[in-house]
């Protein structure tokens, strides 16, 4: 179903520079990573330099992994205790975008990713993404702790 509240978030003026802007840098991002492996190459040659571009991506990946199971473990136990925490729900969503730039191949990418796991940046970008998407934590976190008690009554019926 589309929502028609992102939608128009998404198509105001000003959410069109704003996410102008981030495809830019993204972009600008992008085309540093391929000089900085050019001149790597140059100076270390092209199989060392595409080793380590595979040995970072495999790290990420792994790093990726152990963090966000992570996240997801503080946010269930979050969800379960019934206590709100802004915070978790921030690391988690910052979590996952910095994932999104560790998978990416590039060394720029994984710095940015590994600055986005710092807990002062991810709590700050979580909450600013979140904002500029329209999500409130406080909701979020009550959609989830009723879909998992709901869940939980459901189970209950079923095994009879």
Sequence with gaps: MLNFRLLNILTDSRSVRTWLGII??????VLLDVLLFLK?????????????????????IFLMNYLTNMRNRQLNDSIDSGNYNPEVLSRYLSSLVASLFIITPGFL??????????????????????RMIGIDWQEAHEFLRLNRVAGAENDKYADG
């Design 24 to 29: 830019s840098a993204l972009g600008a991002g």
């Design 40 to 60: 790597l190459a140059i100076i270390i040659g092209p199989w060392i330099t595409m080793t380590a571009l595979a040995l970072n991506t495999a790290a990420g």
């Design 109 to 130: 990418n994984s710095l940015l990713g590994l600055v986005l796991f710092l807990p002062p940046v991810g709590i700050k970008i979580g909450n600013r993404i979140a």
